[in-house]
């Protein structure tokens, strides 16, 4: 247990579907993160925010919508996914953006497109 | 950009052999560089974080030392044991991201 919570763990959902991922951490931590790993490549970010402020966008498509409402918790809304958007999608949190903090993650939604 | 490198992709070893795990990075410019654990279809666990000032950490079984200017990082497991087969990823941290390589996938067998 990282102090990392995602919920699903899993999730099939249509092309046409529209669906959440939510991340939660009680760490007291300041920056949330958002990565994508597909099967095998290395973990791309995604998003990141600081203080509950977007502060990076990795040309990620309009379909993945980030919401940050408050310093414990990260959504990412989903709709008009596309098949090759199934992965693994991880959260993690560090105490502060960067430097030298140490990154916590969660244990992934799985994520698969029909 | 950064790019990542760890050899080998996959390693397969007797119980109570030591691992030896091997990351390179091409900018040195790093604030730190941490190893993880992923086991399949799981998250990732932080093994160590080695500041970019530090040459080595270690904790229990595991050590990490860490050549800042030649980009090279290693991960040394000594007394391996079944429960450490998984796939190790290291990341340096630089312009406030982590970086990741596709990862050494870790075989000990019983």
């Known amino acids: 247990e990282t102090g990392v919570t995602q919920t699903p763990r899993h999730l099939v959902m249509g092309m046409t579907n529209k669906k959440s991922l939510k991340c939660e951490q009680h760490?007291?931590?300041?920056?949330m993160y958002w990565y994508k790993q597909s099967a095998k490549k290395p973990l791309e970010l995604m998003f990141v925010?600081?203080?509950?402020?977007?502060?990076e966008n990795n040309s990620v498509p309009s379909r993945f919508s980030p919401e940050c409402p408050n310093s414990s918790h990260l959504f990412l809304h989903l709709h008009t996914l596309q098949p090759e958007d199934s992965a693994l999608y991880l959260c993690?949190?560090?105490?502060?953006?960067?430097?030298?903090?140490?990154?916590?993650f969660g244990q992934g939604t799985r994520l698969t497109v029909v | 950009k950064q790019e990542v490198t760890q050899i080998p992709a996959a390693l397969s070893v007797p119980e109570g052999e030591n691992l030896v795990l091997n990351c390179s990075f091409t900018?040195?410019?790093?604030?730190?560089l941490q190893w993880f654990r992923q086991d399949p279809g799981k998250g990732l666990t932080s093994l160590l974080l080695?500041?970019?000032?530090?040459r080595e950490q270690t904790s229990g079984r595991l050590n990490a030392s860490l050549d800042k200017s030649s980009g090279r990082s290693t991960l040394y497991i000594a007394a391996s044991q079944p429960g450490d087969s998984a796939t190790y990823l290291c990341?340096?941290?630089?312009?406030?991201?982590?970086?990741f390589g596709a990862g050494t996938t870790v075989t000990v067998r019983a």
């Open positions: 993690a949190s560090s105490r502060e953006r960067g430097m030298n903090t140490e990154a916590f």
């Open positions: 760490l007291g931590h300041n920056a």
């Open positions: 925010y600081s203080l509950e402020e977007r502060v």
């Open positions: 900018d040195s410019a790093i604030y730190n």
């Open positions: 080695i500041q970019s000032s530090q």
């Open positions: 990341a340096p941290l630089n312009d406030y991201k982590l970086s």
